[in-house]
């Protein structure tokens, strides 16, 4: 079982560069979340998704962007990448808002 | 944007001893979560609490629901090399579509 799946793992990009963040979940959840963790510290969201076509802002939407087109993929983007956004990001899942997220493996983000 | 307070933050224990933390809130919860994160991958469930007072066991784990809603805690016993991480907790309460997470217990364990 794959559960969630992101790509790339790891990334260097320039100030100003653009990327999207792939996310793919193959559990069928209507829930998706993506979360940035700095050094030392906890999770913080950044855009949900309650189903296909329908997201939110989370804690710290600045500087993102994100689509929700079917249930399986919930890519994030960054448009214009700034050393604040050096972090590593997470993507989780959930079959609905009461119930446990499963996570990815993270994808390990540099800008320089 | 809220978090909850962990603590310790980290600690040093020696194989063999038993390991207590906690999570404590402003806010009343109606779900509690605690997570594993090891080094270079996502967080992975170990224990998730639905009601208050429930007491709830994996292995050499178990977890607490605070009686009050606003508190939670992890312990673990006879620590081995492999319990090393960081542990999370993860609350969430009514009205929102989100957890909202602990800043993490890094435990490292002495052989």
């Known amino acids: 079982n794959a559960g969630v799946t992101q790509t790339p793992k790891f990334r260097i990009l320039k100030i100003g560069q653009s990327m999207t963040l792939q996310c793919a979940q193959d559990m069928n959840h209507n829930y998706m979340y993506w979360y940035r963790q700095d050094p030392g510290m906890g999770l913080k969201l950044i855009y949900y998704s309650v189903g296909a076509g329908i997201t939110d802002k989370g804690e710290v939407p600045n500087g993102y962007n994100v689509s929700r087109s079917t249930t399986e993929y919930f890519p994030l983007r960054l448009e214009l990448a700034a050393p604040s956004q050096t972090s590593v990001y997470f993507c989780?899942?959930?079959?609905?808002?009461?119930?446990?997220?499963?996570f990815g493996a993270g994808t390990r983000l540099s800008v320089l | 944007g809220q978090q909850l307070n962990q603590s310790p933050q980290s600690m040093f224990i020696q194989e063999g001893e038993d390991v207590s933390m906690n999570c404590t809130s402003s806010s009343i919860f109606n779900t509690w979560l605690w997570y594993k994160q090891d080094p270079g991958e996502g967080p992975v469930l170990l224990i998730a609490?639905?009601?208050?007072?429930e007491l709830t066991s994996n292995g050499r784990l178990t977890a607490q629901f605070g009686i009050t809603r606003k508190d939670s805690f992890l312990n673990i016993s006879a620590s081995i090399p492999s319990d090393v991480g960081i542990y999370f907790c993860a609350g969430y309460y009514s009205g929102t579509y989100k957890y909202i997470f602990g800043t993490g217990t890094r435990l490292k364990v002495l052989a």
């Open positions: 989780a899942s959930s079959r609905d808002r009461l119930n446990i997220q499963y």
């Open positions: 609490l639905y009601k208050a007072g």
